[in-house]
C-alpha cells in the first residue's frame, strides 16, 4: 500500500492532475487483470456467472459499487499523498478504515452480520486515531 501510495502521488504530481493519474492507475489495473483473465479459465467462468447472479439476487446491484469505493481510495490517495506523504496517508487510510469497519459491523453490513462494539476493539480505534495524532504532529506548530 505504501509503494502504491508513493507511485500513485507521484505521478499526480507529474501530471498535475489528480483523475488523470487515478485514471492511468485503474487502466493499467484493468488491462492487468484482462490479461490475467485471459489466461485462466475458472476466471472467465466466474466472470460469466455474474449477470446470472444479478438476475437471481445471489448478487445485489450495490455489490457492484466496490469498485466505486476503490476508485475513490485511489483518487484520494494521489490527490493528498503529495501533500501529506506516504506515512501519513497510510496510517490515516488505517485509522478510518478501522473506525468505518467498527461502524458497519455495527450496522451489519458485513457478510459476517452484526458484530459488537467490543471494548478491545474500541480501544483498537482509538489506538488507530491516536497514532494519526502522533504521526501527524510535526505538522501543526
Do not use: C
Not at 494521489?78 to 506516504?86: D, E, M, N, Q, R
Amino acid at each position: 500500500m505504501s509503494l502504491q501510495a508513493r507511485i500513485n502521488g507521484e505521478l499526480g504530481g507529474r501530471l498535475e492532475n489528480s483523475v488523470q493519474a487515478a485514471l492511468v492507475s485503474f487502466t493499467v489495473g484493468l488491462i492487468s487483470l484482462s490479461v490475467i483473465l485471459a489466461f485462466r479459465p475458472s476466471m472467465r467462468a466466474g466472470l460469466a456467472r455474474i449477470p446470472e447472479a444479478l438476475r437471481s439476487a445471489r448478487l445485489r446491484r450495490w455489490h457492484l459499487l466496490g469498485g466505486l469505493g476503490g476508485a475513490l481510495f485511489i483518487l484520494s490517495q494521489v490527490f493528498s499523498v503529495p501533500y501529506l506523504g506516504v506515512a501519513l496517508f497510510t496510517v490515516v487510510g488505517v485509522a478510518s478504515q478501522t473506525m468505518s469497519g467498527l461502524i458497519v459491523d455495527r450496522i451489519g453490513l458485513g457478510p459476517g452480520g452484526k458484530r459488537s462494539i467490543t471494548s478491545s476493539r474500541l480501544i483498537a480505534v482509538i489506538i488507530s486515531v491516536g497514532a494519526v495524532i502522533l504521526v501527524s504532529l510535526d505538522k501543526f506548530d
